[in-house]
């Protein structure tokens, strides 16, 4: 144990610990100077928390998650970053079930499960009447059934719509739409009941039930006319807005394996990019905030998702001129832009976007034994660079398929290779006796 003995700035001398040479050095006994002591025992147990958790990770993954998330559920940027992270381990996050969530997130056998608690617009007291309703009469069997065996002056019209938009009751009925509109009789219904048993009012359905093969009650409730069910873009938005994510699906989830290959980067990953660099990126855009500057110009402030989390953008006047008709809420895009920091914040600039519907990309196979011949791939860099114009405003992207005797490997080509147009490179790839074909990102769906 070191007693310190006085305090003063030494300006740069020579130190015997790997603290900083300058600033706050502490003078001991004997002359001995120390830098920026840390405390061993503080940086033991943080060592010690730093192998538990890892441990945990490695051994009990659906725990481990379900636990972070579950932590972290007031964060909705963690924990989409969170679900992009355990999707990568090979877990799922399923969306709530009536009949199985509890309070948080809870792990299952290989999946995770979304709490109820994590549900908009139902609130504490609705959930631990759910609860208590399982626990004492077992699962429930109908929207029916829900409503009549929980106080409807708790779990009111609203919880239960939320309960619907978000996928909890979809065992009752995959027909979301179908549900809602059932609502409003079966709540009428249910009401009515639990005034007659306020009362001690029998139900002449139940009476003649518990005696015979009669339909109880439960089965005789009201039902409205069918309907067609939520168009399923519909039926997404309607489930993040009560979730706060996409659970079920994701309207980028189709294109996710040639999103990773178009676009490496990832939003969540955007942080870890240096300044002004250009990076492409496959997102949905949530939301965009038109701006008119003060010279009249037309640009926009968007916020964007991925599979892995969200990040903000903006859409200066001489980008929004050429892909303003783009830029609108709930489009597909696939963007090319510069990385911005400011104000401790890191931002896109978004130069150029396309639907992805329009993104179209050259495909050349390659034989595995003349990946690494020098000559073909000299060829092949010639031809490219011949396709790729001399404005730098090339998007079509290439992609080298390796062909093995048994599988393949897709690799995408760097910015540089990058075509003008995908029908005269195929044609000029073909020329040259290159197997080659167009096709359109949408079309390489998982």
């Not at 109908?142 to 939320?162: F, I, K, Q």
């Not at 139900?203 to 005696?211: G, Q, R």
Request: proline fraction near 4%; charge should be negative; hydrophobic fraction near 40%.
């Amino acid at each position: 144990m070191v007693k310190i003995v006085q305090r003063r700035s030494l300006g740069i001398q020579s130190v015997y610990d790997i603290g900083l040479a300058q600033d706050h050095n502490f003078l001991i006994a004997e002359g001995w100077v120390a830098a920026n002591c840390f405390n061993k025992s503080h940086s033991t147990a943080y060592g010690y928390v730093t192998y538990q958790t890892a441990y945990l990770k490695a051994n009990y993954p659906v725990e481990y998650m379900a636990a972070l998330l579950t932590a972290n559920s007031g964060d909705q940027d963690k924990v989409q970053k969170y679900i992009a992270t355990a999707l990568s381990m090979g877990i799922e996050v399923e969306p709530p079930d009536i009949n199985r969530s509890g309070v948080d997130f809870t792990p299952l056998d290989q999946n995770i499960l979304f709490g109820l608690s994590a549900v908009r617009n139902l609130g504490q007291g609705a959930i631990e009447a759910i609860l208590a309703a399982r626990a004492e009469d077992g699962n429930f069997t109908s929207l029916a059934e829900l409503c009549d065996r929980v106080d409807p002056r708790v779990v009111n019209r609203r919880a239960l719509e939320a309960l619907i938009y978000s996928g909890a009751l979809d065992e009752f009925d995959a027909n979301r739409n179908q549900l809602v509109h059932d609502l409003a009789l079966i709540l009428e219904w249910a009401q009515s009941r639990a005034k007659d048993r306020a009362i001690g009012q029998g139900n002449l359905f139940d009476t003649i039930s518990s005696d015979t093969d009669a339909p109880s009650s439960i089965e005789t409730a009201p039902k409205a006319e069918p309907v067609e069910d939520f168009q399923e873009s519909e039926k997404l938005k309607l489930e993040k807005e009560i979730l706060g994510f996409y659970i079920s699906n994701h309207p980028l989830r189709e294109i996710e394996r040639p999103a990773r290959l178009m676009a490496p980067i990832s939003l969540a990953n955007l942080e870890e990019q240096p300044e002004k660099t250009t990076v492409s990126a496959i997102v949905l855009l949530t939301e965009v905030k038109p701006i008119i500057t003060k010279k009249g110009d037309r640009m926009a402030i968007v916020q964007m998702e991925d599979l892995s989390g969200k990040a903000e953008g903006v859409v200066f006047p001489r980008s929004f001129e050429r892909i303003g008709a783009y830029i609108e809420a709930d489009h597909r895009l696939m963007i090319w832009g510069k990385v911005d920091r400011r104000d401790e914040r890191v931002q896109l600039i978004v130069e150029d976007a396309e639907p992805i519907e329009e993104v179209r990309l050259v495909m050349v196979e390659i034989p595995a034994q003349d990946a690494g011949n020098i000559q073909q791939q000299q060829r092949l860099k010639e031809i490219l660079r011949q396709q790729a114009g001399e404005d730098n405003s090339a998007k079509v992207s290439v992609i080298a398929k390796i062909q093995g005797q048994q599988k393949s490997q897709l690799v995408r080509l760097g910015a540089q290779f990058r075509v003008q147009n995908e029908h005269l490179a195929v044609q000029a790839l073909s020329s040259a006796g290159f197997r080659a074909s167009s096709s359109g990102l949408v079309d390489m769906k998982n």
